[in-house]
């Protein structure tokens, strides 16, 4: 059986608006996660864009950011499987997924695909199963992939105990004129802080803020108190218009411009990067 992968239709609706077939995680076991999709395809957002990964993709997510374009689970309920990379080829597996069988199916896909920088654990928010990545990330480590946790930056007590485990930590400010939600400026700098000058903690961190043409400097300048290191690459990437919609970037070069110029005051590397992986097509 061939999965097509999730598509937004108005019955498929981006998050806020998804019907879950799957439960949410109260009540699961720590053994077990619901995963909507795994898949080997490219990085395509920040300090590794471009880098072969393999992907896992959670469902579900605490937050409602405006321009959320993931959906939160499939159609079916069940966890897509891209055995062989771009093929568009879905086979299903069982959800939630057992932690024993995510490691075999990573495993598999190894095999099957190459050479492989890292797992990302993306969703969704993955640190919603922190306890089930508690085990698979040591037993990724052990296959000699790097794991990287690709997360909103809002649960610091759910990064903790993963932090010896983690190569790359891809951390996202909120802003509020992206997301159009309340600021997460407090919760941001105590994750932040976790990452930043801990023994626990080896790995990269590097900051994605989504940004849009209403987007402020002045708002940006809460970036001061939460990355006390201005030595982290902080990433600005515009909003991308949600799929299906026929609008390009709409963020005007001057805006954009301006808001690179003065971050970079407070900062040794601010880059501006879209979302590459659409531009090549890939999941
Ligand atoms: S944090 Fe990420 S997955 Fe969650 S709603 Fe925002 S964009 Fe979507």
Redesign the pocket.
């Known amino acids: 059986m061939n999965l097509n992968k999730p598509a937004f239709t108005e019955k498929n609706p981006p998050?806020?608006l998804v019907q879950s077939t799957i439960a949410f995680p109260k009540g699961l076991g720590t053994n077990q996660a619901p995963i909507q999709e795994i898949f080997s395809s490219i990085q395509g957002e920040g300090l590794y864009a471009g880098c072969r990964q393999l992907f896992v993709r959670f469902a579900h997510?605490?937050?409602?950011?405006a321009?959320?374009?993931?959906p939160?689970t499939t159609p079916s309920g069940q966890c897509a499987v891209e055995w062989q990379a771009g093929t568009n080829q879905w086979k299903p597996e069982e959800n939630p997924l057992k932690q024993s069988h995510l490691v075999a199916i990573l495993q598999q896909l190894i095999t099957a695909n190459g050479k492989h920088h890292s797992v990302s654990f993306t969703?969704?928010?993955p640190l919603l199963y922190s306890q089930f990545l508690l085990t698979v990330l040591p037993q990724i480590q052990v296959l000699g992939v790097k794991t990287f946790l690709e997360t909103?930056g809002t649960q610091p007590h759910l990064l903790a105990p993963l932090l010896p485990f983690l190569d790359v930590v891809a951390m996202?400010v909120?802003l509020p004129s992206a997301?159009k939600q309340a600021p997460r400026w407090v919760e941001n700098q105590a994750f932040y802080a976790l990452l930043e000058n801990n023994p626990a903690f080896t790995g990269d961190v590097f900051i994605k803020c989504?940004f849009n043409q209403s987007t402020t400097l002045e708002e940006l300048s809460h970036l001061k108190t939460i990355v006390t290191n201005p030595k982290t690459v902080i990433f600005l990437q515009p909003e991308t218009p949600l799929e299906g919609s026929t609008n390009a970037i709409t963020i005007d070069a001057q805006h954009m411009l301006a808001l690179q110029a003065g971050i970079s005051a407070w900062f040794e590397d601010v880059r501006v990067l879209p979302q590459t992986h659409k531009f090549l097509k890939v999941s």
């Not at 997510?61 to 950011?65: A, K, R, S, Y």
């Not at 321009?67 to 993931?70: N, S, V």
């Open positions: 998050h806020g997510c605490h937050l409602h950011c321009y959320c374009d993931t939160m969703g969704g928010e909103s996202d909120k997301t989504v």
